[in-house]
Nanobody
Framework: QLQLVESGGGLVQPGGSLRLSCAGS????????IGWFRQAPGKEREAVSC???????TNAADVKGRFTISRDDAKNTVYLQMNSLKPEDTGIYYC?????????????????WGQGTQVTVSS
């Protein structure tokens, strides 16, 4: 059974850093693009970053230069390094596996989701 589990969220001050992890199991992790999405209270879920099976990555415009996505297929894990965090980065962060083997901003492309991890940026 395909499973994704996020970890690493928490409370951090503006300007701080966090590293999120997404651990996969029950499927051939290395074949799948993995995306990170976030949802702030009262807002739609939005794409943050995505990494393909070959390691190519895309990032949303408002996180470019601050967030870095990477993967370690030996550990079946994708990471999201978040630096220079801002209050507007607050939300629940989800990782998801793309069902169509490509990255996309459209969350309908992603068929399997983790339970999410809360990130709060506040002083």
């Amino acid at each position: 059974q395909l499973q994704l589990v996020e970890s690493g969220g928490g409370l951090v001050q503006p300007g701080g850093s966090l590293r999120l992890s997404c651990a996969g199991s029950g499927f051939s992790f290395n074949y799948y693009p993995i995306g990170w999405f976030r949802q702030a209270p009262g807002k739609e879920r939005e794409a943050v970053s995505c990494i393909t099976s070959s390691g190519s990555s895309t990032n949303a415009a408002d996180v470019k230069g601050r967030f870095t996505i990477s993967r370690d297929d030996a550990k079946n894990t994708v990471y999201l390094q978040m630096n220079s965090l801002k209050p507007e980065d607050t939300g629940i962060y989800y990782c998801a596996a793309s069902s169509n083997f490509y990255c996309s901003d459209d969350n309908r492309v992603f068929g399997s989701w983790g339970q999410g991890t809360q990130v709060t940026v506040s002083s």
